[in-house]
């Protein structure tokens, strides 16, 4: 198994970096200052051309062939979508991203399940290889597509200023558009050509909705339709700014910056650590075999219950710092986005009528202040879960937790009894330190055989099992024995039996399986709860982008307030169910429809923003309800940065905390605490010692 794969994980990371040096060299302009090229350079130009060539030819196939095989396609599909989501490209550059993610990304995968497989082969470290290939796999596959996120960002600011200098030189907006296409590079200038023919078109709203659907961020969406007013009414002269066009163009610019700056410094916050939340696990078995080498007591630590609850735990704070950092790192748009899964497969356990009474029985009951404190925690977090298939999900791992615990107590007296049987630890409590000889270790084995061998033959004895023990050890050892000797053997046979025949499933057990089942039920709760605190600091953030839109938006003599609640919806991520049902009540009662938003998007920024809509609408023109937004610019923008610093401070501190905590636990669990249960088996050992003398 180590060989096969040693062998994938070669020829993936070979492929890897063979893939990284073509994208970067297809990335980098070559550009000759004077004359022509020499004919060296143009034949070595030729021949990077054929390699990238039949590299992408090579991709192309993969992803064909790939595609066929059940397990392969779920991935790379998987990987596809992801990538759909950030950017949109053309099927040929799509399948060929796709690929080289795909085949990066196994590499990590193929890296991570080698190295923990070279550490060791026991049950718990096979937890550690699933992990750690889901973190690997998981960590590559953002990293590839955060880059191409960012680099998207910055080739718009590349298009927003090749659009500038051509809109001074026509004065067109199509003509700017498509200017500056030409000459922008291959990824912006799809979505370029994209926004140009859409607001061309014959029916440009309807295009425009369906460019909307795709965009992968608000600023291409803001950029889309900003020129898509400008070419239908027309541009006009600003007091003291110029033309309305290019200063919204350059305010949408400063945004893009803003925002590449807010998400550079995020990466370097919290960089590498889900990573760091791993690396522990590495040291558990380098740290085991160092213990059993210098303190043997330590080794039977490790191999005991006690041990295996520690690794356990050790697993869990390992797979929750993971699950949290994530939360804390996601800062696309589309991850507080309302999601569009159907949950195909809580949906037909919820069909069996068995489930549907439990599931009914365990929802509050509507009209009750639980359950709308359940609702809204769904709502905050554009969850795509029903009142039902979200307590149907805490009910599935409320059994799952319960059976995984169960099962473990079992597990665990098995280890026990194997351990009884099969250990030498009696012997090795009068070494503090160091080793046994090989005499010793070879008798030590010897005596442990032996006391197994007498401990079979009296399986199923339930009566007399002194006198048993006493006659078989009797007849064992034979004449040559002492008395003192057959004693003490009978006496440590004995201990032994009861050791083993007090391993079995207790109804504390029972009672502590559903104690953890219940902490278990409750975690979808947490999570969901702890990911509305992180959309709480982003909330802001988003108001003031809201202002943003609505200070370009008002500058046009024709925008209403239904025109702004339609645009502050397109581009809203966190308040956008309740923006889009304003919209939707908006014609049958405009003051009711703002009321009812209030009331579901309590968030006073965000609640004072629809207050001067209100007043938009009811006493003055919307310019004039804004209009201190634009004189107070300069003082939101340095509130602005301050509360993004505020946001990146405290995830960062979050991200430090969830990141360091299984190291952490791995220095108290796995060393402070074996540690102290050596010092007490000496100290006990040495009792004993002395009582002897």
Known sequence: ???????????????????????????????????????????????????????????QKSYNYGIRIPLLRRYILKVRTRLAAVHSYDEMTMRRETMRITFLALGGISFSVLFLSLIGNDLTFTFFVLLGAVVVNGTLIENFVNKVADRLLYQQTELLEDVRHQY??????????SGASEISKYEIATHGRKIHEAITAQKPEEKLEEYYE????????????????????????????????????????????????????????????????????????PIEVWANTMFPTMGDFYSSRLGIIMKILIFIIVLLSYIFIKRIQDNEDTIYSSTTRKHKWLKAIYKKRTVALIVDKLVPAKMTKNYFEQERLLKDTNSSLTMEWFYLQRLITFVLAVVLSITLFVYMHMVSVNHTLTSTSIFKESMLLGQMSPEEEKQASEITEFDRRIIDQLKGVRE????????????????????????????????????????????????????????????????????????????????NQMHTIIGMLSEFERVSVETLLIWMERFSTLFKPALKKCVLNFDSGPISALDELISDAPFSPFVRTIERLQNAFERVPVKEAFEDLETDRAYFQEERKQENEEILNKKANWGRFFGFAPMNAVVFLYLVLPFVYLSIISTNTMTKQIYTI
């Open 464 to 543: 007399n099992i002194e006198d048993q023990v006493a006659f078989l050890v009797n007849r064992e050892m034979g004449v040559k024995a002492s008395a003192d000797e057959i004693t003490q053997t009978t006496i440590r046979i004995k201990s032994k039996i009861g050791l083993i025949n007090n391993e079995y499933f207790k109804w504390w057990e029972l009672l502590v399986s559903f104690v953890i089942g219940t902490i278990a039920y409750h975690v979808p709760l947490w999570l969901l709860r702890f990911q509305r605190k992180m959309r709480t600091m982003q909330m802001k953030v988003e108001v």
């Open 168 to 177: 001074n030189q026509h004065g067109m907006v199509d003509e700017a558009i």
């Open 214 to 285: 795709v965009a992968p961020n608000r600023f291409l969406k803001l950029f889309a339709g900003i020129s898509y007013l400008i070419k239908e009414y027309g541009d006009k002269n600003l007091k003291d700014k110029g033309s309305l066009y290019l200063h919204t163009l350059n305010r949408l610019k400063g945004e893009i910056f803003d925002e590449v700056l807010y998400r550079k410094k995020l990466r370097y916050y919290l960089n590498s650590l889900t990573i760091m939340a791993l690396v522990p696990v590495f040291f558990l078995k």
């Open 1 to 59: 198994m180590i060989k096969i794969l040693l062998v994938v994980l070669l020829a993936s990371l070979t492929l890897g970096v063979s893939l990284l040096f073509a994208h970067k060299r297809a990335e980098q302009k070559r550009m000759y200052q004077q004359g022509v090229a020499t004919s060296d350079e143009l034949i070595k130009r030729n021949r990077r051309k054929n390699w990238k060539l039949k590299l992408y030819d090579f991709l």
